[in-house]
Each structure stands twice: as structure tokens, then as C-alpha cells.
């Protein structure tokens, strides 16, 4: 079975700071996907970033990054260069290579302090 | 860019009634998942289809029906509404053969039942 555990049910940073959102899993698949998902206050989930757990190389997308680490099923978030806008609910999510099913974490909410 | 329809957004139903949720996939894309995301809680699948076939299943209720129609719009029935039921209803599609495992949400329906 998939698990995923945000354990930071908050977090709180500084318009133009850095903040870093974790996450953890388990799995006993070797090929799946790693996923963040940005829910804000309309309450649309928008895809941030996408991880495959076959490449090395941890996936960014303009000031959002990750840090993948494979043996230790660990999963975090890095939001350069924090903006009002990215003020929202974060959901950590995994999905096994051919399923359907997107598992999530509990999501931790941030929120940006201009 | 096109995006995922859900009709109605917003339904409010007393106990033991029926309703119907719809969802238009993004063009082209040819699977259609359903998710239940009560108050407060993260996103819990239900059930998917590809080519009008169900693919998957999740924790849906059986009192909870779905279909995926010749168009790739689906509909999720639900009936004998319990108050339990209130929740935020989400859409996502995503093509089958994109291999990312994406899947880009509709807006989703706020269902309240009194």
C-alpha cells in the first residue's frame, strides 16, 4: 500500500524568502511518480511539479524545486523567492507507475508574511 | 488553454436525495478520475475510466455510481444523500498514453447536503 505523510501541518515564511515543505512516503514499488499539488483559497488543485522516481535529476519549475531523496523516501518542496500568491494549501501526492489512483499527503498550509 | 468541466459547481441536496455530477475532460484526453476531498481532509479517489471502461475503483460508496460516456464526459451519480456525503467533488482527466501520470483538476462541485 502508498502512504504519504506531510507531517508540517503549517508553515509560515516571509514574502521573498525561501521555504522548504516536506514530505515522505512508502511504497515497496520501484516506479512510480511524485507529485505537488498548490490548493489555494478557490480551492483548485494546481499541478506545481512532477518528480519520476527513475531519474536522478530532481525536477524545478521556475522557483519551485524538489529535493528527492529515494532511499530515505523523501520528498521536499522548495519555494525560492516566496510571493503572496504562493499563500495556499500544498499536498504532497504519489501515484504507482500504470495506476490510477493519485494517493496525498494531509497538506500543510502555508502562508506568506509580507 | 482548455480545462476540466465540472457542472454543477455548487449543489446543495437534503438527506436522501439524489444528485448528478458532471465532468468534461480536457480535449483529447481520454481518462477521467473522480475524487472526494471533505472539510478539512486531502483528496480521496474514487474511481476512474478510460475508454468508457472503469479502471479503477476506490473507497466509493456503493450507494455511488459512475459512468464514462462515447464523449469521455462522465458523470458520478449519487444516491440517498447522507450529511457525510458533503464535500468538494473533483474532476481530473489526463490522455492515457502521456506516460507523465499527470492529472489536471477540474474546479470541482461543492456538494452540501442538509
Known amino acids: 500500500a502508498q502512504t504519504v505523510t506531510q507531517s508540517q501541518p503549517e508553515m509560515s515564511v516571509q514574502e521573498a524568502e525561501t521555504v522548504t515543505l516536506s514530505c515522505t512516503y512508502d511504497?515497496?514499488?520501484?516506479?512510480?511518480?511524485l507529485f505537488w499539488y498548490k490548493q489555494p483559497p478557490s480551492r483548485q488543485m494546481i499541478l506545481v511539479i512532477r518528480?519520476?522516481?527513475?531519474?536522478?535529476q530532481n525536477a524545478t519549475e521556475n522557483r519551485f524545486s524538489v529535493n528527492f531523496q529515494k532511499a530515505a523516501k523523501s520528498f521536499s518542496l522548495k519555494i525560492s523567492d516566496s510571493q503572496l500568491g504562493d499563500a495556499a494549501m500544498y499536498f504532497c501526492a504519489s501515484i504507482l507507475q500504470g495506476a490510477q489512483k493519485l494517493v496525498f499527503g494531509q497538506g500543510t498550509r502555508l502562508t506568506i508574511n509580507p | 488553454a482548455a480545462g476540466v468541466i465540472q457542472s454543477p459547481r455548487h449543489l446543495i441536496k437534503e438527506k436522501r436525495e439524489t444528485a448528478t455530477l458532471k465532468c468534461y475532460p480536457i480535449p483529447r484526453h481520454d481518462t477521467v478520475y473522480w475524487y472526494q476531498q471533505g472539510p478539512g481532509q486531502d483528496p480521496q479517489f474514487l474511481i476512474s475510466?478510460?475508454?468508457?471502461?472503469?479502471?479503477d475503483k476506490g473507497s466509493i460508496p456503493d450507494r455511488f455510481s459512475a459512468q464514462q460516456f462515447s464523449d469521455y464526459h462522465s458523470e458520478l451519480n449519487m444516491s440517498s444523500l447522507e450529511l457525510g456525503d458533503s464535500a468538494l467533488y473533483f474532476c481530473a482527466s489526463s490522455p492515457r498514453t502521456s506516460g507523465t501520470h499527470e492529472q489536471y483538476f477540474g474546479p470541482g462541485t461543492r456538494l452540501t447536503v442538509t
Open positions: 475510466f478510460y475508454e468508457k471502461m472503469q479502471s
Open positions: 518528480q519520476e522516481a527513475y531519474k536522478q
Open positions: 511504497t515497496s514499488e520501484s516506479d512510480y511518480y
